[in-house]
């Protein structure tokens, strides 16, 4: 009964390469969001759903492209895949938009290696 | 734009032995402040909030942080550590700009020797 689950949880790809991550979450919550933590630890938030509706979008290449079929899931599609792409990537949900007074739950991370 | 510092990479303390991971922030507004743990492998796990009132916040697993506005910190702290406190810990700040997203530090990694 997994809250936020990720998959795959190990990639490993070639420069160019098109691949997805999967994000679900069983919580029923209304917001979730795609952060990249590097080599060094260190984590920036990508995008932000609430209810399907793309709300954040930070300065990110646009070969990355959230979709979300459903509240549920948020899944992260990149194209054309860099070295630079190398990193782990988690997704997080929490049940306001407004989150302000209410922690994220995130999954258990998916690293991505491009060679 | 608001920023998150954690001057320590890394905090060593024994077993039993208080720990304080420092953390200090920037933020135009109200600051609404978190705590996260991430365990080797895993993903973050939130143990603790700031959005008002009383200054000392207690989390989870004992852990507590103290919001002090002047000093534009809030640093984490325990009254005696285990083990199995050892990870990376993040401080982060919400941003108050209507993006509504989470900043965090860069994170400081605790290591309690037995």
């Known amino acids: 009964d997994t809250a936020v689950s990720q998959t795959p949880k190990y990639l490993v790809t070639q420069m160019g390469n098109d691949k997805s991550i999967k994000c679900e979450q069983n919580?029923?919550?209304?917001?979730m969001y795609w952060y990249k933590q590097d080599s060094k630890k260190f984590l920036k938030i990508m995008f932000s759903y609430n209810n399907k509706e793309l709300i954040i979008n930070e300065t990110v290449p646009n070969r990355f492209s959230p979709k979300s079929p459903d509240k549920a899931h948020l899944n992260l599609h990149i194209n054309s895949l860099e070295l630079g792409d190398s990193a782990v990537y988690f997704c997080a949900s929490s049940p306001h938009r407004d989150f302000s007074t209410y922690e994220q739950y995130f999954g258990p991370g998916t690293r991505l290696t491009v060679t | 734009a608001q920023s998150v510092a954690q001057p320590e990479d890394q905090v060593n303390v024994a077993e039993g032995n208080p720990l304080t991971v420092k953390c200090t922030y920037s933020v135009s507004g109200n600051p609404y402040l978190f705590w996260y743990v991430q365990y080797p492998n895993r993903g973050l796990q939130f143990l603790l909030k700031y959005i008002t009132g009383d200054n000392l916040v207690k989390g989870s697993y004992g852990f507590e942080a103290e919001f002090n506005k002047s000093q534009t910190s809030f640093h984490l702290k325990k009254p005696s550590a285990l083990v199995s406190d050892s990870a990376l810990y993040f401080c982060a700040v919400r941003d108050n700009t209507g993006r509504r997203a989470l900043t965090f530090g860069s994170g400081t990694r605790l290591q309690v020797q037995p």
């Open positions: 919580l029923g919550h209304d917001t």
